[in-house]
């Protein structure tokens, strides 16, 4: 069993930035690949940025490729997604996933643990 728990979403405007974190418990983190996934208001959940266990590969999605950056601290069991240059079609709620094969994808099915979620909301 992991247990993931968002933060660090909030308001900003256009342009601004915030860096989400994911911290998991409950399982070897560092045997974890990694997802955040967005959904805004009336559609469906969307793919955003994955890592592999060792931290090694990473892939995003092409709307945030060079705004957005995902990391992660296995000392500290946290996964990291820096959300630069926002956008209000960036407003969603943001999803932590973990897949226990240690190698995500933009596949929700591939994750197999997911978290709250936590509000980002870009104003123009």
């Known amino acids: 069993q992991v247990h993931l728990v968002e933060s660090g979403g909030g308001l900003v405007q256009a342009g601004g930035s915030l860096r989400l974190s994911c911290a998991a418990s409950g399982r070897t983190f560092s045997g974890l690949a990694m997802g955040w996934f967005r959904q805004a208001p009336g559609k469906e959940r969307e793919f955003v940025a994955t890592?592999?266990?060792?931290?090694?590969?990473?892939f995003y999605a092409d709307p945030v490729k060079g705004r957005f950056t995902i990391s992660r601290d296995n000392a500290k069991n946290t996964v990291y997604l820096q959300v630069n240059s926002l956008k209000p079609e960036d407003t969603a709620v943001y999803y932590c996933a973990a897949a226990v094969s240690g190698y995500g994808s933009r596949y929700r099915d591939s994750y197999d643990y997911w978290g709250q979620g936590t509000q980002v909301t870009v104003t123009s």
């Open positions: 890592i592999s266990w060792s931290g090694g590969s990473t």
